[in-house]
């Protein structure tokens, strides 16, 4: 499923072309790019956002001590990642009517470092990413205390990230928000 959804999918610059050109490899050397076992593997997330007001859903991760996206891990038996990037969006915003806009296309491929925490190694997830609507953005409540949800504009979401590959996916996001 994730090999056909990255056939044709073009990279928009050289660095993502190197990072899909990863990701490829990996499918091609494992029966299961999602498994946590290996350094490098697939998650799915994505940039939830709410069309009529071109507002983008950020979520506090206290991990990354950041404001990033929604995603995360397949779960064993898990290998749509538009599923998983639902999955995940559900879960950590409780929106109910998730869908993916304005269609289910990847619309960026990253490879994010991950840092070793407890018992987990240092690793590298091939985060493959999609952008996911909502209609009802009032509805979104944080999956626990320590995870905060904000509505942002644009400018306000770029301003609160400072990380380069989130605020590349932004961007990206921005483009397909003012053009559809």
């Known amino acids: 499923m994730l090999a056909d959804l990255?056939?044709?999918?073009?990279?928009?610059?050289?660095?993502?072309?190197?990072?899909?050109?990863?990701?490829?490899?990996?499918?091609?050397?494992?029966?299961?790019?999602?498994?946590?076992?290996?350094?490098?593997?697939?998650?799915?997330?994505?940039?939830?956002?709410?069309?009529?007001?071109?507002?983008?859903?950020?979520?506090?991760?206290?991990?990354?001590?950041?404001?990033?996206?929604?995603?995360?891990?397949?779960?064993?038996?898990?290998?749509?990642?538009?599923?998983?990037?639902?999955?995940?969006?559900?879960?950590?915003?409780?929106?109910?009517?998730?869908?993916?806009?304005?269609?289910g296309a990847v619309v960026h491929v990253v490879i994010v470092p991950v840092n070793a925490k407890g018992d987990e190694p240092a690793h590298e997830h091939a985060d493959v990413r999609f952008v996911l609507a909502t209609a009802t953005p009032d509805a979104a409540r944080p999956e626990q205390p320590d995870a905060p949800l904000r509505w942002l504009t644009v400018a306000e979401a770029l301003e609160a990230t400072t990380e380069p590959n989130l605020r590349e996916t932004i961007n990206r996001v921005a483009h397909l928000l003012h053009t559809t």
């Open 6 to 103: 990255l056939t044709s999918y073009q990279a928009a610059d050289p660095a993502e072309a190197a990072d899909l050109d990863r990701v490829r490899s990996l499918l091609a050397a494992t029966d299961d790019p999602w498994t946590r076992a290996i350094p490098l593997h697939v998650t799915a997330s994505a940039l939830i956002v709410h069309p009529p007001t071109a507002r983008i859903l950020l979520r506090w991760h206290e991990r990354q001590r950041a404001w990033l996206q929604v995603g995360g891990h397949g779960d064993p038996g898990e290998t749509d990642p538009v599923a998983v990037a639902l999955r995940e969006g559900a879960e950590e915003t409780g929106l109910p009517d998730l869908a993916p806009w304005p269609s």
